[in-house]
């Protein structure tokens, strides 16, 4: 199983400033990793596929880099509704899928 | 605009058998461009892949769990199910039913879940 870790558990920030999540695999995933935003109550939300291909509607301060086994995603001036838990996802090997723990983006 | 809506009893005794129900509107479970799966969230936890399935049947199972789970598709209905057997308080969680890109696998359209409580 590959194991996703993001970093940190907690990342307070202030509107307008930037945020920088990170997302490491235990093994290589290649460029099969995805972001996703999480509201209490709402469904989750793609975010970034491919590492780095923004989903449709998706505003551009939200960007994704990395390959292999280092992943990141910038927002790059968070707005009030940003405030959210983010999850990465891998999708290199399917048996199983696997998610990081979140990363909590708090004011 | 797809929809997903997940739906089934909020409540299960330990020992018997979870079955949850996702209902797609606005487009086709039919489709050649998409699997359909399911994803879980104890609480206070991270989200955990649980299977997904293609619409002609084909299914992939989290090893974990594929000994408990059982998901089945009805193109006729539109909908795609889920059986978790032999509960436990440890499958206490809100589930949620997804459309999965069949080309990439990243999950694009997400219900908003469910609360499924094992207790007695």
């Known amino acids: 199983e590959i194991v996703m870790t993001q970093s940190p558990v907690t990342l307070s920030v202030s509107p307008g400033e930037r945020a920088t999540l990170s997302c490491r695999a235990s093994?290589?995933?290649?460029?099969?990793l995805a972001w996703y935003q999480h509201k209490p109550g709402q469904a989750p939300r793609l975010l970034i596929y491919?590492?780095?291909t923004r989903a449709t509607g998706i505003p551009g301060r939200f960007s994704g880099s990395g390959s292999g086994t280092e992943f990141t995603l910038t927002i790059s001036s968070l707005q009030s509704e940003d405030f959210a838990v983010y999850y990465c996802?891998?999708?290199?090997?399917?048996?199983?899928?696997?998610f990081g723990g979140g990363t909590k983006v708090e004011i | 605009q797809l929809q997903l809506q997940e739906s089934g009893p909020g409540l299960v005794k330990p020992s018997e058998t979870l079955s949850l129900t996702c209902t797609v509107s606005?487009?086709?479970?039919?489709?050649?461009?998409?699997?359909w799966g399911w994803i879980r969230q104890p609480p206070g936890q991270g989200l955990e892949w649980i299977g997904s399935i293609y619409y002609s049947g084909s299914t992939y199972y989290n090893p974990s769990l594929k000994s408990r789970v059982t998901i089945s598709v009805d193109t006729s209905k539109n909908q795609f199910s889920l059986k978790l057997s032999s509960v436990t308080a440890a499958d206490t969680a809100v589930y949620y039913c997804?459309?999965?890109?069949?080309?990439?696998?990243?999950?694009?359209?997400w219900g908003q879940g469910t609360l499924v409580t094992v207790s007695s």
């Open positions: 606005g487009g086709s479970i039919s489709s050649s461009s998409h699997y």
């Open positions: 997804a459309r999965q890109d069949y080309y990439d696998s990243h999950f694009d359209y």
């Open positions: 491919g590492a780095s």
């Open positions: 093994q290589s995933v290649s460029s099969n």
């Open positions: 996802q891998q999708y290199n090997n399917w048996l199983p899928l696997t």
